[in-house]
């Protein structure tokens, strides 16, 4: 069963950056779309990015400009470079498929102080 894990969420300053990652168990990044996710509580998880096979990119619009996604050159790994960050971008992160054909990792908090 593959095993998603997030890193490199934290406490940040609005404006501020964080870089986040995810790793897989199983060798997904080669075969699927990956997708980076968020929720807050009390509403749905909604797609942040995605990077798809052959290296196209698509951003929700409200972090378009801010937030990068990218993978290494291993396909071992897939990244979420956020920049300028808001308060409104507070959340939980999750990667995963897209559509989700894996189980949730943990995710990783992400707080952004005004």
């Known amino acids: 069963q593959v095993q998603l894990v997030e890193s490199g969420g934290g406490l940040v300053q609005a404006g501020g950056s964080l870089r986040l990652s995810c790793a897989a168990s199983?060798?997904?990044?080669?075969?699927?779309?990956i997708a980076w996710y968020r929720q807050v509580p009390g509403k749905q998880r909604e797609l942040v990015a995605e990077?798809?096979?052959?290296?196209?990119?698509n951003y929700l619009d409200s972090v378009k400009g801010r937030f990068t996604i990218s993978r290494d050159n291993t396909w071992k790994a897939v990244y979420l470079q956020m920049y300028s960050l808001k308060p409104e971008d507070t959340a939980v992160y999750y990667c995963?498929?897209?559509?989700?054909?894996?189980?949730w990792g943990q995710g990783t908090q992400v707080t952004v102080s005004s």
């Open positions: 990077i798809t096979r052959s290296g196209s990119t």
């Open positions: 995963n498929s897209r559509p989700a054909l894996y189980s």
């Open positions: 199983g060798s997904i990044f080669s075969s699927n779309t």
